[in-house]
């Protein structure tokens, strides 16, 4: 057939494709409207219509029936349609992995979520006095209860409790803060820049690696409205090196009328002495110095959602409340109930290392988490001819900038694929369904069983196998 006759049949082929009005009016088209929104159906028709029509006129397609095309159009509409937030598997170790949304919430915290969601609530209403009331009245007792604060609130994160608790106490003055805990938390996100919005002054003491208390009473005058003191939760700096312990600080602010704030950062509300941590002070005994403000994460080792906790003196607490800011900054009511119930499994601190799985899985038993990557391994092994598989011992890390100074003895799964590159996989995976993320290390890729949900397992190895295809 010479290239005129090529070109009118191609025309031919062409006259026969559906238009978008004909495959919406199909039984596929239907179909698909049942399923996904119109604005999706209708782009994923013209996409495809659009595209076989290229096909056509280059010669690499002749089949223009709606039952064929029906499949390209709804894997196409399936896409577009698809939640850009989705579950993934974490099998980097890295419990409080900022990436990948830091805390797994507790069961329970879960669950009440679920029934605040679906319905309505007394999120802002008082059900014995059959009146208004405020959202931080259900976390008050509790908050007072655990840390054996006068009172305490709840903001959307930390930064948004150091920004309103500068802003109320310290506007147009100074606060006075340590050179080597003039952190950056993450995002780039500076105490200094966040002491600026706030509309306070900083007044920096000592060095990098040593302060003491003569620098902080040196610094006092009369614009001194704040002494405020960073937990160095993301970093620690080693050898010559001196800082002023919380209680003397508070000495010397209550001798000077001053009063003193301590940002924890992380925030961690059971003591992790016991597991060989002892550089993460818990709330409870940072809360007994006296302080007259304390911030914390409740998303990071508190192991619940995102949030800023404020704990500390009522009267410094009801002003911080009444902060025109505390609107813009205040939690919705599906992060209140996720909080409150996080908080409740800390009223039986003894069986919070359970329940909070963030505490579980930072200091779960090395032997146990051997025993699930043995599963995983020999879960995979069965019909695997293209890949070594084998357990290896490694570590894990905290994350979330919280505990950076330890290593946590872990195992993980070792893949080594056969046919295609480590990177490849790690590509496949990370991009399949359920996306899995992972780390690789000396050609190998490392799925770290401690991060590894066991309920989780079924759908990894599935998914694994599925890459090596």
Same mark, same amino acid.
Do not use: W
């Given at each position: 057939?010479?290239?005129?006759g ?14 978008v ?5 199909s039984?596929?088209g ?11 159906v ?44 989705r579950?993934?598997?974490?099998a ?16 329970r ?29 259900h ?22 409790a150091?920004l309103?608790?500068l ?46 208390l003569?620098?902080?009473?040196n ?5 001194? !409205?704040? +002494?405020? #003191?960073?937990?160095? /939760?993301?970093?620690k =700096?080693t050898?010559?090196? *001196? $800082?002023?312990?919380?209680? &003397? ?15 924890l ?10 597991w ?5 002070p818990s ?20 192991g619940?959602?995102q ?9 410094l ?6 902060n025109?800011?505390?609107?813009a ?17 800390? !009223?039986? +601190?003894? #069986?919070?290392?359970? /329940?909070?799985?963030? =505490?579980?899985?930072?200091? *779960? $038993?090395?032997?146990s988490? &051997? ?15 293209n ?6 011992s490694?570590?894990?890390q ?25 990177n ?10 359920p ?19 066991p ?15």
């Open positions: 057939m010479d290239s005129e090529k070109m009118d049949h191609r025309k031919e082929i062409l006259s026969r494709l559906p238009s009005d004909e495959v919406l009016k039984d596929c239907t179909e698909l409207l049942g399923r996904y929104p119109r604005r999706y209708l782009d994923a028709i013209r996409d495809v219509i659009s595209s076989r029509r290229s096909k056509i006129l280059d010669g690499s397609s002749k089949d223009v029936s709606i039952e064929e095309l029906a499949l390209h159009i709804g894997s196409k509409a399936g896409l577009l349609s698809s939640y850009s937030l579950p993934v598997i974490n980097t170790g890295i419990v409080v992995h900022t990436n990948l949304g830091r805390s797994v919430l507790p069961r915290a879960i669950e009440h979520v679920v029934r605040i969601a679906g319905g309505y609530s007394n999120l802002e209403y008082e059900l014995d006095a059959g009146k208004r009331g405020k959202r931080h009245t976390i008050r007792r509790l908050l007072r209860d655990i840390t054996g604060a006068e009172d305490g609130i709840a903001v959307n994160n930390n930064a948004g150091v309103i608790c802003n109320t106490m310290a506007k147009g003055r100074e606060v006075i803060v340590s050179r080597g805990e003039l952190v950056e938390i993450g995002g780039s996100f500076r105490v200094p820049d966040v002491m600026a919005f706030s509309g306070a002054f900083l007044r920096e003491v000592g060095t990098t690696n040593k302060t003491h003569y620098d902080y009473e610094a006092i005058s009369e614009r001194t !409205a704040l +002494i405020l #003191k960073v937990h160095q /939760s993301n970093f =700096i050898g010559f090196t *001196e $800082e002023v312990p919380a209680e &003397r600080l508070v000495a010397l602010g209550r001798s000077r009328d001053i009063p003193v704030m301590y940002d950062g992380s925030g961690c509300l059971v003591d992790l002495g016991p060989g941590v002892h550089t993460e709330v409870q005994e940072i809360v007994k110095c006296g302080l007259s403000i304390v911030t914390f994460s409740g998303d990071k080792l508190l619940g959602p949030a800023g906790l404020i704990v500390g003196k009522e009267e607490i009801g002003r911080i409340q009444k025109p800011f505390a609107r900054v205040r939690i919705d009511k599906l992060t209140l109930s996720a909080l409150e119930a996080t908080l409740m499994e800390y !009223a039986d +601190i003894e #069986k919070a290392g359970e /329940s909070i799985p963030t =505490i579980r899985m930072l200091f *779960e $038993e090395p032997d988490i &051997r025993k699930r990557a043995g599963r995983i391994a020999l879960n995979l092994r069965r019909d695997m001819l890949a070594s598989i084998s357990v290896i490694d570590y894990s905290a994350g979330g900038g919280a505990i950076p100074e330890k290593d946590f003895p872990t195992y993980a799964v070792s893949i080594r694929p056969d046919r295609i590159s480590v490849e996989l790690e590509e496949r995976l990370r991009r399949g369904e996306p899995i993320i992972a780390r690789i290390r000396e050609g190998a890729l490392l799925l770290d069983a401690r991060t590894i949900q309920g989780e397992i079924p759908l990894l190895v599935r998914a694994i196998k599925a890459s090596l295809r």
